[in-house]
Nanobody
Framework: QVQLVESGGGLVQSGGSLTLSCAAS????????MGWYRQAPGKQRELVAA???????AYGDSVKGRFTISGDLAKSIVNLQMNNLKADDTAVYYC????????????WGRGTPVTVSS
């Protein structure tokens, strides 16, 4: 069984910073990518940032230039540095892991809340 454990969420003022961390453990075949998604009340879950094997990264348009994803996929660890936070960043942030291979699976963490006060 694979578990993803997120940490680092909390309450911050607009313009502030937070760092989210996620560590995966369990029977992981091979990690192809890890990322962060978020879901605000009444909205669909959306991509925040992802990092793939080979260190390729992708970001949602609303966070480009403010958020930075980093990680060690060999250790199934990913971090998200969030700067210049805005009220619109308020959401529950979920860690995601995609395996590689013929029987690849996708795993999700339980989420960590981020609240940005204006």
């Amino acid at each position: 069984q694979v578990q993803l454990v997120e940490s680092g969420g909390g309450l911050v003022q607009s313009g502030g910073s937070l760092t989210l961390s996620c560590a995966a453990s369990g029977n992981i075949y091979s990690t192809y990518a890890m990322g962060w998604y978020r879901q605000a009340p009444g909205k669909q879950r959306e991509l925040v940032a992802a990092i793939h094997s080979g260190k390729l990264t992708a970001y949602g348009d609303s966070v480009k230039g403010r958020f930075t994803i980093s990680g060690d996929l060999a250790k199934s660890i990913v971090n998200l540095q969030m700067n210049n936070l805005k009220a619109d960043d308020t959401a529950v942030y979920y860690c995601n892991l995609d395996e590689s291979g013929p029987y690849a699976k996708e795993y999700w963490g339980r989420g960590t809340p981020v609240t940005v006060s204006s």
